[in-house]
């Protein structure tokens, strides 16, 4: 059918309801066309009515007289399950507009409103409820976009989106919704102020507009204009909504000062003392323009944030962590500079990764104390943010962390001055852009610290896209360049610590321990097929130099790398009898150093499938054959040959829309030629019990036998007579996350979180390198010890978080939170007892924190 038979088919189905709010718009329309013309809404174009009498009041409720002079916007389509079909239930939007807010109306039509799935939670949480979500592209520039998503309960949700589709839901905006259920199905009412976007300076505005509707009981969704699922990112497929004519610079400042008054518990002597606290800050956000954005915390306490999940990590290589402090998420998309990403561009490390910012001193273990700080203090960090009217998008950010001190006075963390500056261009309407960033870390060392941590670093980079063939293709490419000074030990200590690992004698780079600097360059090259039919791929090719260095600010598990990566992948989106989507991807990786050493040289394949019954069903193999060497693990030592190695997992996912929901995923695996295997599972369970309570219960069980790792080097690594030895590790692992949360309103909720973890190893089989890169497993491991017991560990952990949080007043948060700790590490018992170990977890002494945050948002 015709874009104009769509057109005429809409229209005869909006003369002939017998809605009423339909039927009063309709005239509320023809009459404001006699003095002012309104163009009728169509498949991806819509108009926007100036507010010329009282605004409606946001209560939940469609009677309001300021909404029939705006004409409906009802050509909504499904397009999810079935891409293009007409949709069952109707779906009106209205749009109004005054000097202050947008307003915006959502009627949602629905035969049987008791069966309208209507959660509460608090703000920002997902439910598998029914829910309105308007995008808002205010720049209309097709790439950046505001979210606002209401659920029948009044539930707010808010996302500041980037890159065309990526999400962050750390930007909270003051806007006011409210939501309601009637006879006629659900109404959502959203009154947003122009204050909290950002949009140029022009006497007539066309905003971009994508609205979704999710029907939660059926799993459909329907989308104004229709959102094609085969076709990169959803910004770019919004609709316009135009006749908003010239807006008056809304002010721009708001300011959120905070009190925390906190009890913690802390080493005092043979005992435990507990302090109480008190700190002020404040958080500052203030608009230079109607694109430009300046916002500022002094002496920031993140106390309400979750704890990072316990981990136990016996690599050579750095953990990483998500970042979780919102002033370090919100707007983090412009500092977004990547120089290495895992699967589909996915958990990409860059240039900046702001977890440097306030770390835990790098010290505190060099200068040990029981009572020494856990993160370094931020005094006071800073960022300017904005988009300009041609298309260049600028990102700066500032931050000062304080001087930690450990036993004896010693300090453990250096005063160190954080600095970036992002910029970015774009071109072709958004379907390209060149961009550049730069970032210093500059510490303040003294005798403690000299000889440890590198005194400057510097990095700086370009990097470009270009989308092409309708949108469905992309190139992305980057070059980027890095400098660490400080003392010829600092430098020293950096070429041979594991990303580098300059001393290795097999290796062809040369540990010079004179040197005072140390430099190095990456580049990354990517083709990708996103969009388009239902195949997807993507080739990428990366190269770290020796010298490579970004960790001061940014994050990199290692230098002296080549890597070429594919993904091949086939996506089925319209429902069959057997199944409503599915996904199926094919994975190949290789990678090498600069001498040309093959270290790793692997390949994957995984598919997903939802059922009819909307179950989801998982599987896949992993696998890599005994062509690679390692050149880390030996931490310094030479590079040796891996064998081959095969792992299959599978895993099924129950009905979202239950009372209870199971999952369940495991898997298998065996490599060193058979020496080593191991098996996981992973149980979990989501609880929802009425309107205002769900829980959730994930556990992780682990048992490996892993005949190569790494225990200990004896001697200097660069010598003959050094000893880089190995054990058999029987390793037990058991994680079990629980959490819970009951909303009592949408602006009051309680959450609960607690992760018990225990990891108990046994190292045994003691050998040693021998002949490193022989084919003969026997001959590249050898014995060592004379038969002595390498001991093992046993560790446990529990973190704990409750958080009551209270939004009294728009903008305004009263924080409660009590969080605990227990930790223990200790050389045994090497066997692994569930009863004794998660008994002995709960004998353990606290560290208790017991936190009250109160905020108040001024916005004069």
């Not at 909404?67 to 999810?80: G, K, N, S, V």
């Not at 038969?787 to 560990?793: E, L, R, S, T, Y």
Request: charged letters at 20%; hydrophobic letters at 40%; one cysteine or more.
């Amino acid at each position: 059918m015709s874009l104009s038979r769509w057109s005429a088919a809409a229209l005869a189905a909006a003369v002939l309801s017998s809605a009423p709010l339909a039927a009063q718009a309709r005239a509320a329309s023809a009459a404001a066309a006699a003095t002012v013309p309104v163009a009728l809404p169509t498949r991806s174009a819509a108009q926007a009515v100036r507010l010329a009498g009282t605004a409606p009041v946001i209560d939940g409720r469609a009677d309001d007289a300021a909404w029939r002079a705006a004409p409906a916007i009802d050509q909504f389509l499904e397009y999810e399950p079935n891409t293009g079909a007409e949709p069952r239930f109707r779906t009106e939007l209205r749009v109004l507009y005054d000097d202050r807010y947008l307003y915006i109306l959502g009627r949602m039509y629905d035969p049987a409103p008791d069966s309208i799935i209507s959660l509460l939670s608090r703000r920002d949480v997902r439910t598998e409820s029914e829910q309105l979500k308007l995008v808002i592209d205010s720049y209309h520039d097709r790439r950046t976009a505001y979210q606002f998503i209401l659920n029948p309960a009044g539930v707010k949700r808010d996302f500041y989106v980037y890159n065309d589709q990526v999400e962050d839901p750390t930007w909270d905006a003051v806007w006011d919704g409210m939501a309601g259920i009637d006879s006629l199905g659900w109404v959502a009412e959203f009154r947003i102020p122009f204050s909290q976007m950002r949009f140029a300076d022009l006497a007539q505005h066309t905003f971009g507009l994508l609205a979704v509707r999710d029907i939660a009981r059926t799993r459909q969704r329907l989308s104004w204009p229709l959102l094609r699922r085969d076709v990169q990112g959803y910004v770019s497929q919004a609709g316009e909504v135009s006749g908003i004519g010239r807006l008056p610079q809304p002010r721009r400042l708001e300011i959120l000062p905070y009190s925390v008054t906190k009890n913690v518990t802390r080493p005092a002597g043979a005992g435990w003392a507990h302090p109480f606290l008190q700190t002020v800050g404040a958080d500052v956000k203030y608009g230079l323009s109607s694109n430009l954005t300046l916002d500022a915390t002094i002496n920031p306490d993140f106390g309400q944030v979750e704890a990072d999940p316990a981990v136990l990590n016996l690599t050579a290589f750095e953990q990483f962590f998500e970042e979780r402090r919102p002033f370090f998420l919100e707007g983090a998309g412009i500092f977004d500079f990547r120089t290495n990403c895992g699967d589909i561009d996915e958990q990409c490390t860059g240039l900046f990764y702001s977890r440097r910012i306030g770390r835990a001193p790098q010290l505190g273990g060099l200068y040990a104390d029981p009572a020494n700080p856990t993160t370094s203090r931020i005094v006071g960090a800073g960022k300017l943010s904005g988009r300009f009217a041609n298309g260049f998008s600028i990102g700066v950010l500032d931050a000062v962390s304080e001087r930690e001190t450990g036993a004896g006075g010693r300090t453990i963390e250096p005063q160190t001055n954080y600095a970036v500056v992002r910029g970015l261009q774009e071109v072709r309407k958004g379907q390209g852009g060149i961009g550049f960033m730069l970032t210093a870390v500059n510490r303040q060392l003294d005798g403690d610290t000299r000889d440890f941590l590198r005194a400057e670093a510097y990095t700086g980079g370009v990097d470009l896209r270009q989308r092409m063939f309708a949108g469905n293709y992309e190139l992305q490419a980057m070059v980027s360049g890095s400098l660490v000074r400080g003392s010829a030990a600092a430098i020293a200590a950096t070429q041979r610590n594991g990303v580098h690992n300059y001393q290795r004698g097999d290796d062809g780079l040369t540990y010079d321990p004179a040197r005072t600097a140390l430099g190095g360059d990456a580049q990354r090259v990517s083709f990708s097929k996103f969009g388009g039919g239902i195949t997807r791929f993507q080739t990428v090719w990366q190269r770290y130099s020796p010298g490579y260095e970004t960790n001061d600010l940014g994050f990199q598990s290692r230098a002296d790398e080549h890597l070429w990566r594919n993904w091949y992948a086939f996506q089925f989106q319209q429902p069959t009898r057997y199944y409503r989507r599915g996904f199926v991807n094919l994975n190949s990786w290789m990678n090498w150093t600069d001498e040309g050493l093959l270290t790793q040289f692997g390949f994957n394949t995984n598919s997903h499938f939802e059922l009819p019954s909307t179950h989801w069903l998982h599987f896949g193999i992993n696998g890599g054959p005994a062509a690679s060497f390692d050149d880390r693990a030996a931490r310094g030592g030479e590079a040796f040959r891996r064998a081959a190695w095969v792992e299959g997992w599978a895993g099924w996912e129950g009905d979202v829309r239950r009372t209870w929901t199971p999952n369940f995923f495991g898997g298998m695996w065996r490599g060193d030629e058979w020496r080593s295997r191991g098996w996981w599972i992973n149980p979990g369970m989501t609880l929802r019990a009425g309107s205002r309570f769900n829980a959730s219960l994930a556990a992780n069980v682990n048992h490996a036998r892993n005949d190569t790792q790494w225990f200990e080097n004896y001697g200097d690594v660069t010598t003959d007579t050094a000893h880089v030895t190995f054990a058999e590790l029987d390793q037990w692992t058991v994680g079990i996350t629980s959490r819970l949360n009951f909303t009592a309103t949408r602006n009051l909720s309680i959450q609960l979180y607690a992760q018990p973890f225990v990891s108990v190893g046994d190292f045994r089989e003691w050998k040693e390198l021998g002949d490193a890169r022989s084919r003969d497993y026997d001959a590249r491991f050898i014995p060592y010890g004379g038969g002595a017991d390498p001991g093992g560990f046993n560790f446990k952990q529990l973190r704990t978080n409750t958080v009551v949080r209270w939004e009294y007043r728009p903008g305004s948060v009263l924080f409660v939170v009590w969080q605990q700790g227990r930790d223990r590490g200790l050389g045994a018992p090497t066997d692994f007892s569930f009863r004794r170990d998660f008994g002995d977890l709960f004998a353990l002494h606290p560290d208790n924190t017991l936190l009250v945050k109160w905020s108040y948002w001024i916005n004069p």
